[in-house]
């Protein structure tokens, strides 16, 4: 019987240099610009939509959609990490005969980019206003196709497989038709209107902002208790708490609950509002909690959502009298709220000046420390306030009911499940979605408003000139979009949509899996699988993965503003861009943070860099020992003509395939919905990097190529053999590993016995590996004699015997396993330095003892190799001192008082010890036991 290799390639024609000697030391900068540019000449990355199963092609697609970052933005670890995961993805798709795309491209982001603008004219000495709208977005967008995109050519430096001709752009032509179009047909549904309601605002930037871009930080502040009394008794007051006294300025009534039998009286009654002196009434109303504070509460419709929703239900007036730059001023309709003295003044200061005011007049009960959430722009970090503005709305309820149901089915899995529990948490709490912004750089809201009857108003795709209505001119509105309603259409926009026939879309849409950080879920994760539903009528992908977070040592997240990042370039300088992947890769479980040394990159990094190092060397070893010989095909070779390393390695490398399979896998649900023993499965790169860090490093380099060493070096049918599993293997080993460390796996590829000019590994097949099996007689008497190695390695190490010296060891096995042994007896001698004797039952002589599984015992007499006595009293000597620990360890662990005070982790670390001790002194009484006698 044969074994078959359909994937081997062909000898039929070969690159002129494809056997050159590979230098002794892998470097990675002679390598990874070429290799990745040959690989874009060849158009590698460029996905055919006509190829797609979906449109009549013989391809079943694979879609990935790349975050857009910022188009500003630089390469940082964070992006390294989200890339590489999505790239990883990417490149085992492509190789498993999937037509894949991954979309690329960025994002205009309104508020960042025009930040960095607003800077520089104030670097000059002047301002936006000052300039004008439309030589401000000028300016921005010459700014923009001067320096953006700079991200998207960096990302190739760390081996990014994206489809370049297809970059997209959120305020490219084509994309600001969709947003246009998603606009008008959500208003037209009526789930987009025009609002009178509180939303977050920050001074800073001078624009609203949604709720998941006001950001809550924890913040320890003081809470102000302040007596308001009761109109016509003065002796008589109420005690209102509040961390905000600046807004009292703006009260219209102080609410009571209904229910709370301490104020019922004073309802339909008026309080004096310290420092105006005006009266404002007592409402009854079930948003005051009797529980909480005195359980009366100010009401400051303006400048408090929750106060605005009170004011709407009891018809209060709605003063503003904080202005849009984050000062005390009056509003329209707040006429003598504010004194002169704190017109124009900073909010905070004002604060000072409202408190020292209140203490003076005796009106301040008392201060207190008080810790909150304070929120703030997610953009500046300056602390957003409150204010009664109009802005555009978006109704997310409707939009929201077809985007839970699509995770609750199983249409749509997210990993890790808990984020779930969240997704859920927010959709089910969901609140309207303000869309507009005060900014200049971005889509410009698409409704028209004529000059000359203000109830003319027009909503429409294309730019108007002139009134539909009455002919007359129209101004379209100042406002601009958030940035995230182009992102949420990102799945659809960029395959054609609105065009509901272009070809990319029906062959793409929906896509497969979404890499992203949770930080975004609701931000853009949920939006682009609620306009999905909205707009497409099905989710835009099936799988979303929620990586987690690069951090330091110290577990903070790494950001410039701390000092504590990593510059990727900084990595792929020094060791190569494969280094990082793969350390980034080994490093993240399933949702986990990796975490990394800024302070030391040689230690973070070496993992990755000692294993293409060790990869390298294989690489040379094979080639240093096949040349440009002709290697016989693996198929042509019998499975009589394997040797017992043959049969192995070749049947580890099964195992290996269908665990690596298992890792990343399965591409998509079996019948497009996720079940229930399916949702969890796949996407545990760091198990698929172990296996083939296990699979390349323990097996292939440290057994197989140490046991076949003395047969390629003599000639004959055997060394052919031998030649063919290993190159069949490398080749495959490569294969599995290329998603991971592209660059070296393709140097290395493109040099073996047998390469076809111009292919690439990037493009060759998937391994696919036989069905399940017991392990082989030949493949498990090897494993035997690994045990028999590993065992003998182990003594010398125990006892300190030199790797130079040669010893003996004594065996007790079954007749099968005497006969194999023996027959092996030349490898295991190469490999350990030792000499078997077959015996019925172990000597007396002092010496080391292991039973292997199976039964099979090893004796090594020590007696000449060490000094017995010596080495017993050492012995001894620390299983006493062992014993004492322990025994300090056990007793520490069975008081109550300890597990009830020690933090959980310190306790979780001590059985951890106690665990690993006890293994110890097991393992130490019985080296006692069999040098020493007991």
Same mark, same amino acid.
């Given at each position: 019987?044969?074994?078959?290799?359909?994937?081997?390639?062909?000898?039929? %024609?070969?690159?002129?240099?494809?056997?050159?000697?590979?230098?002794?030391?892998?470097?990675?900068?002679?390598?990874?610009?070429?290799?990745?540019?040959?690989?874009?000449?060849?158009?590698?990355?460029?996905?055919?939509?006509?190829?797609?199963?979906?449109?009549?092609?013989?391809?079943?697609?694979?879609?990935?959609?790349?975050?857009?970052?910022?188009?500003?933005?630089?390469?940082?670890?964070?992006?390294?990490?989200?890339?590489?995961?999505?790239?990883?993805?990417?490149?085992?798709?492509?190789?498993?005969?999937?037509?894949?795309?991954?979309?690329?491209?960025?994002?205009?982001?309104?508020?960042?980019?025009?930040?960095?603008?607003?800077?520089?004219?104030?670097?000059?000495?002047?301002?936006?206003?000052?300039?004008?709208?439309?030589?401000?977005?000028?300016?921005?967008?010459?700014?923009?196709?001067?320096? =953006?995109?700079?991200?998207?050519?960096?990302?190739?430096?760390?081996?990014? %497989?994206?489809?370049?001709?297809?970059?997209?752009?959120?305020?490219?032509?084509?994309?600001?038709?969709?947003?246009?179009?998603?606009?008008?047909?959500?208003?037209?549904?009526?789930?987009?209107?025009?609002?009178?309601?509180?939303?977050?605002?920050?001074?800073?930037?001078?624009?609203?902002? %949604?709720?998941?871009?006001?950001?809550?930080?924890?913040?320890?502040?003081?809470?102000?208790?302040?007596?308001?009394?009761?109109?016509?008794?003065?002796?008589?007051?109420?005690?209102?708490?509040?961390?905000?006294?600046?807004?009292?300025?703006?009260?219209?009534?102080?609410?009571?609950?209904?229910?709370?039998?301490?104020?019922?009286?004073?309802?339909?009654?008026?309080?004096?509002?310290?420092?105006?002196?005006?009266?404002?009434?007592?409402?009854?109303?079930?948003?005051?909690?009797?529980?909480?504070?005195?359980?009366?509460?100010?009401?400051?419709?303006?400048?408090?959502?929750?106060?605005?929703?009170?004011?709407?239900?009891?018809?209060?007036?709605?003063?503003?009298?904080?202005?849009?730059?984050?000062?005390?001023?009056? =509003?329209?309709?707040?006429?003598?709220?504010?004194?002169?003295?704190?017109?124009?003044?900073?909010?905070?200061?004002?604060?000072?000046?409202?408190?020292?005011?209140?203490?003076?007049?005796?009106?301040?009960?008392?201060?207190?420390?008080?810790?909150?959430?304070?929120?703030?722009?997610?953009?500046?970090?300056?602390?957003?306030?409150?204010?009664?503005?109009?802005?555009?709305?978006?109704?997310?309820?409707? /939009?929201?009911?077809?985007?839970?149901?699509?995770?609750?089915?199983?249409?749509?899995?997210? /990993?890790?499940?808990?984020?779930?529990?969240?997704?859920?948490?927010?959709?089910?709490?969901?609140?309207?979605?303000?869309?507009?912004?005060?900014?200049?750089?971005?889509?410009?809201?698409?409704?028209?408003?004529?000059?000359?009857?203000?109830?003319?108003?027009?909503?429409?795709?294309?730019?108007?000139?002139?009134?539909?209505?009455?002919?007359?001119?129209?101004?379209?509105?100042?406002?601009?979009?958030?940035?995230?309603?182009?992102?949420?259409?990102?799945?659809?926009?960029?395959?054609?949509?609105?065009?509901? %026939?272009?070809?990319?879309?029906?062959?793409?849409?929906?896509?497969?899996?979404?890499?992203?950080?949770?930080?975004?879920?609701?931000?853009?994760?949920?939006?682009?699988?609620?306009?999905?539903?909205?707009?497409?009528?099905?989710?835009?992908?099936?799988?979303?993965?929620?990586?987690?977070?690069?951090?330091?040592?110290?577990?903070?997240?790494?950001?410039?503003?701390?000092?504590?990042?990593?510059?990727?370039?900084?990595?792929?300088?020094?060791?190569?861009?494969?280094?990082?992947?793969?350390?980034?890769?080994?490093?993240?479980?399933?949702?986990?943070?990796?975490?990394?040394?800024?302070?030391?990159?040689?230690?973070?990094?070496?993992?990755?860099?000692?294993?293409?190092?060790?990869?390298?060397?294989?690489?040379?070893?094979?080639?240093?020992?096949?040349?440009?010989?002709?290697?016989?095909?693996?198929?042509?070779?019998?499975?009589?003509?394997?040797?017992?390393?043959?049969?192995?390695?070749?049947?580890?490398?099964?195992?290996?395939?269908?665990?690596?399979?298992?890792?990343?896998?399965?591409?998509?649900?079996?019948?497009?919905?996720?079940?229930?023993?399916?949702?969890?499965?796949?996407?545990?790169?760091?198990?698929?990097?172990?296996?083939?860090?296990?699979?390349?490093?323990?097996?292939?380099?440290?057994?197989?190529?140490?046991?076949?060493?003395?047969?390629?070096?003599?000639?004959?049918?055997?060394?052919?053999?031998?030649?063919?599993?290993?190159?069949?293997?490398?080749?495959?080993?490569?294969?599995?590993?290329?998603?991971?460390?592209?660059?070296?796996?393709?140097?290395?590829?493109?040099?073996?016995?047998?390469?076809?000019?111009?292919?690439?590994?990037?493009?060759?097949?998937?391994?696919?590996?036989?069905?399940?099996?017991?392990?082989?007689?030949?493949?498990?008497?090897?494993?035997?004699?690994?045990?028999?190695?590993?065992?003998?390695?182990?003594?010398?190490?125990?006892?300190?015997?030199?790797?130079?010296?040669?010893?003996?060891?004594?065996?007790?096995?079954?007749?099968?396993?005497?006969?194999?042994?023996?027959?092996?007896?030349?490898?295991?001698?190469?490999?350990?330095?030792?000499?078997?004797?077959?015996?019925?039952?172990?000597?007396?002589?002092?010496?080391?003892?292991?039973?292997?599984?199976?039964?099979?015992?090893?004796?090594?007499?020590?007696?000449?190799?060490?000094?017995?006595?010596?080495?017993?009293?050492?012995?001894?000597?620390?299983?006493?001192?062992?014993?004492?620990?322990?025994?300090?360890?056990?007793?520490?662990?069975?008081?109550?008082?300890?597990?009830?005070?020690?933090?959980?982790?310190?306790?979780?670390?001590?059985?951890?010890?106690?665990?690993?001790?006890?293994?110890?002194?097991?393992?130490?009484?019985?080296?006692?036991?069999?040098?020493?006698?007991?």
């Amino acid at each position: 019987m044969s074994i078959s290799d359909t994937s081997l390639p062909s000898a039929a %024609s070969t690159d002129a240099d494809a056997f050159a000697d590979l230098p002794a030391q892998y470097d990675p900068a002679a390598t990874e610009a070429r290799t990745y540019e040959r690989w874009e000449q060849a158009g590698v990355f460029t996905a055919d939509a006509a190829r797609s199963s979906r449109i009549g092609g013989d391809r079943e697609p694979f879609t990935v959609l790349m975050p857009p970052p910022n188009v500003t933005a630089v390469l940082h670890v964070g992006h390294g990490l989200n890339d590489t995961v999505q790239d990883v993805l990417v490149r085992w798709a492509r190789m498993k005969g999937r037509e894949t795309l991954w979309m690329p491209g960025t994002d205009h982001a309104g508020i960042a980019t025009q930040n960095i603008i607003e800077r520089q004219l104030a670097d000059e000495g002047t301002t936006r206003q000052a300039i004008g709208r439309e030589a401000f977005v000028e300016r921005t967008a010459a700014f923009v196709e001067r320096t =953006g995109g700079v991200i998207l050519q960096q990302l190739r430096a760390i081996g990014a %497989s994206a489809d370049w001709s297809r970059t997209a752009y959120t305020l490219s032509p084509e994309l600001s038709r969709a947003v246009r179009e998603a606009f008008v047909r959500l208003y037209d549904r009526g789930l987009i209107y025009r609002g009178h309601r509180v939303i977050h605002w920050c001074p800073r930037c001078l624009t609203s902002l %949604s709720d998941e871009e006001a950001e809550p930080q924890e913040t320890n502040g003081t809470l102000y208790h302040i007596s308001y009394p009761v109109a016509g008794d003065p002796s008589r007051s109420i005690t209102i708490a509040t961390t905000r006294p600046e807004t009292m300025l703006g009260d219209v009534a102080v609410a009571v609950n209904p229910e709370d039998e301490r104020y019922r009286a004073l309802v339909g009654h008026d309080v004096i509002l310290p420092i105006l002196d005006r009266p404002i009434p007592v409402i009854a109303d079930e948003y005051a909690d009797p529980a909480f504070g005195t359980g009366v509460v100010k009401i400051t419709p303006a400048h408090d959502a929750n106060d605005f929703e009170v004011g709407r239900r009891h018809g209060l007036a709605m003063p503003v009298v904080i202005d849009q730059y984050g000062k005390m001023d009056e =509003g329209a309709d707040a006429a003598g709220r504010v004194p002169p003295a704190l017109r124009g003044v900073d909010r905070f200061e004002a604060r000072k000046e409202i408190v020292r005011q209140l203490e003076a007049a005796g009106r301040l009960v008392k201060k207190e420390p008080h810790t909150h959430n304070v929120r703030h722009c997610y953009r500046c970090d300056t602390v957003v306030e409150p204010r009664l503005s109009d802005q555009w709305f978006v109704r997310m309820q409707p /939009l929201a009911e077809p985007a839970l149901d699509g995770v609750r089915s199983g249409r749509i899995r997210i /990993l890790p499940e808990r984020h779930i529990a969240v997704y859920e948490h927010w959709l089910t709490n969901i609140r309207d979605w303000n869309i507009s912004r005060q900014l200049w750089w971005g889509h410009r809201v698409p409704v028209w408003y004529c000059q000359n009857d203000a109830s003319h108003v027009t909503v429409t795709v294309d730019d108007l000139a002139s009134c539909p209505q009455c002919g007359n001119a129209v101004r379209q509105d100042e406002d601009v979009l958030d940035t995230w309603f182009s992102s949420w259409l990102w799945p659809m926009s960029t395959l054609g949509w609105p065009n509901e %026939s272009a070809t990319d879309l029906r062959a793409f849409y929906p896509s497969d899996v979404l890499v992203t950080a949770p930080e975004i879920l609701f931000f853009w994760v949920a939006r682009m699988i609620m306009a999905g539903y909205a707009f497409m009528g099905d989710a835009p992908f099936h799988s979303v993965y929620l990586h987690g977070t690069a951090r330091d040592t110290q577990g903070r997240k790494m950001s410039k503003s701390l000092g504590n990042g990593i510059d990727p370039f900084d990595v792929i300088n020094l060791y190569g861009a494969d280094a990082l992947r793969y350390t980034l890769i080994a490093g993240m479980g399933l949702g986990a943070d990796v975490f990394l040394d800024p302070a030391d990159l040689e230690k973070t990094f070496a993992p990755g860099r000692n294993f293409a190092t060790k990869l390298w060397n294989i690489g040379r070893f094979l080639l240093s020992n096949v040349g440009r010989d002709t290697v016989r095909p693996l198929a042509q070779v019998q499975e009589s003509e394997l040797t017992r390393a043959d049969s192995w390695i070749l049947e580890r490398l099964d195992v290996a395939i269908r665990e690596c399979d298992r890792a990343i896998g399965p591409l998509a649900p079996i019948r497009g919905t996720w079940l229930d023993d399916e949702r969890g499965a796949g996407l545990r790169l760091n198990d698929y990097a172990e296996t083939t860090r296990r699979f390349v490093w323990d097996e292939l380099a440290a057994w197989y190529v140490e046991a076949i060493k003395t047969r390629l070096l003599t000639p004959g049918d055997d060394q052919q053999v031998a030649r063919a599993v290993l190159v069949h293997v490398f080749d495959q080993a490569l294969r599995l590993l290329h998603p991971i460390v592209p660059f070296i796996t393709e140097a290395l590829w493109q040099r073996l016995p047998g390469h076809v000019d111009g292919t690439f590994l990037a493009t060759a097949s998937w391994p696919t590996a036989k069905p399940p099996r017991e392990m082989s007689v030949p493949a498990s008497q090897f494993d035997l004699l690994r045990d028999v190695v590993a065992a003998l390695r182990t003594i010398r190490s125990e006892y300190n015997i030199a790797p130079s010296k040669t010893i003996s060891a004594f065996v007790i096995a079954t007749e099968e396993r005497r006969r194999m042994l023996d027959d092996e007896f030349s490898l295991i001698n190469r490999l350990s330095r030792t000499g078997l004797a077959f015996v019925e039952e172990a000597p007396t002589a002092p010496g080391a003892s292991v039973i292997l599984p199976g039964g099979t015992e090893l004796i090594v007499p020590l007696e000449g190799l060490i000094d017995i006595g010596k080495e017993c009293a050492r012995l001894r000597t620390e299983l006493a001192n062992l014993e004492k620990q322990l025994g300090a360890l056990e007793g520490r662990l069975r008081n109550p008082g300890f597990i009830e005070r020690a933090p959980s982790q310190v306790v979780d670390a001590e059985r951890a010890k106690l665990e690993e001790w006890t293994a110890r002194r097991e393992q130490l009484a019985r080296r006692v036991e069999g040098l020493c006698g007991g």
